[in-house]
């Protein structure tokens, strides 16, 4: 009963971890849909913004003080 509680245990611990590890943010999502929507990316030097823009959508990403500010804008 003991070996059966303890590889219980760890075997969530062990799932928590990889599942932890796919999780994605808000922004990836959004960067990684507007790569496979053929947007035009531009970045500055340092990474604190981002704007991508299609035909249809305009999206801009600013971090500043660990914050994370998205603007989407759909242009019709």
Request: glycine residues 4%; contains cysteine.
């Given at each position: 009963?003991?070996?059966?509680?303890t590889?219980?245990?760890?075997?969530?611990?062990?799932?928590?971890?990889?599942?932890?590890?796919?999780?994605?943010?808000?922004?990836?999502?959004?960067?990684?849909?507007?790569?496979?929507?053929?947007?035009?990316?531009k970045?500055?030097?340092?990474?604190?913004?981002?704007?991508?823009?299609?035909?249809?959508?305009?999206?801009?990403?600013?971090?500043?003080?660990?914050?994370?500010?998205?603007?989407?804008?759909?242009?019709?």
């Amino acid at each position: 009963m003991k070996k059966l509680l303890t590889l219980a245990i760890v075997s969530v611990f062990t799932i928590s971890t990889f599942t932890s590890c796919e999780e994605k943010t808000k922004e990836e999502k959004l960067i990684e849909q507007m790569e496979a929507d053929g947007a035009e990316i531009k970045t500055n030097e340092d990474g604190t913004k981002v704007k991508m823009e299609t035909e249809d959508t305009k999206v801009k990403i600013k971090k500043e003080d660990g914050e994370t500010e998205i603007k989407v804008k759909d242009k019709q």
